[in-house]
């Protein structure tokens, strides 16, 4: 049986994010941070296909995420 994984309560998110940015947080800032997260792993696992499979590989390995990692940083840099 797979395990139910707990996410942070909203509130905790966006204390978070308010203590690491020392700006205010607008009411749904952790959604959009949220999305933006899943906007950046979709095209890191993009990038990281399109290399393993240029280099021969049949799936995608640590060593080939590292690789494509900080050009896909440099995208979302903001």
């Known amino acids: 049986m797979a ?9 905790t998110v966006k204390r978070i994010v308010k203590a690491h940015s020392n700006r205010s ?3 749904n800032a952790d959604i959009l941070i949220f999305l933006d997260y899943m906007l950046f792993m ?10 393993s499979r240029k280099s021969g590989e049949k799936n995608i390995s ?3 995420v590292r690789k494509v990692t900080e050009k896909t940083l440099r995208k979302f840099q903001g």
């Open 3 to 11: 395990a139910v994984q707990k996410l942070y309560p909203r509130g």
């Open 25 to 27: 947080v607008s009411k």
């Open 42 to 51: 979709q095209d890191l696992m993009r990038e990281a296909s399109i290399r």
């Open 62 to 64: 640590a060593n080939t």
